[in-house]
Nanobody, 124 residues
Framework: QVHVVESGGGLVQAGGSLRLSCAAS????????MGWFRQAPGKERKFVAA????????SYADFVKGRFTISRDNAENTVYLQMNDLKPEDTAVYYC?????????????????WGQGTQVTVSS
C-alpha cells in the first residue's frame, strides 16, 4: 500500500504563488511516476502536471505551462508543484497521485494511489 499526503494549499491573491508538497511512502518512491491533478466544484478531475521516475521527464497541461513547475526529491520521498502567477480559475482541490507501472502518466485512470487533496483558493 502507498500513502500519499498533500500539503501547502491555502488562500492567495491573483498573481501570487504557492508551493504544494506531496509526501509518499510505502514503496520505493523513486520507482513511482507522480502526478498532480485538480478538481473544481462541479467539474471533473483534470491533469495538471506529471513527473517521471528520475525527474528527467515532465509533462504539463496547456493551461499551466509557463506558470507551474513540478519537481521531485527522491531522497525526501516528496514531489512538489510550484505554482506562480496564480489565477482565480486555478481555484480547486489539488490531488497528488502515484503510478508505479509507467515511466510517466497523464491520465487519471493510470494512477493507482491518491491523496486526500489540498484546497487552493485564488482570490481576484
Amino acid at each position: 500500500q502507498v500513502h500519499v499526503v498533500e500539503s501547502g494549499g491555502g488562500l492567495v491573491q491573483a498573481g501570487g504563488s504557492l508551493r504544494l508538497s506531496c509526501a509518499a511512502s510505502g514503496r520505493t518512491f523513486r520507482s513511482y511516476a507522480m502526478g498532480w491533478f485538480r478538481q473544481a466544484p462541479g467539474k471533473e478531475r483534470k491533469f495538471v502536471a506529471a513527473i517521471g521516475w528520475s525527474g528527467g521527464i515532465t509533462s504539463y497541461a496547456d493551461f499551466v505551462k509557463g506558470r507551474f513547475t513540478i519537481s521531485r526529491d527522491n531522497a525526501e520521498n516528496t514531489v512538489y508543484l510550484q505554482m506562480n502567477d496564480l489565477k482565480p480559475e486555478d481555484t480547486a482541490v489539488y490531488y497528488c497521485a502515484a503510478d508505479y507501472r509507467r515511466p510517466i502518466a497523464t491520465m487519471k485512470d493510470e494512477y493507482d494511489y491518491w491523496g486526500q487533496g489540498t484546497q487552493v483558493t485564488v482570490s481576484s
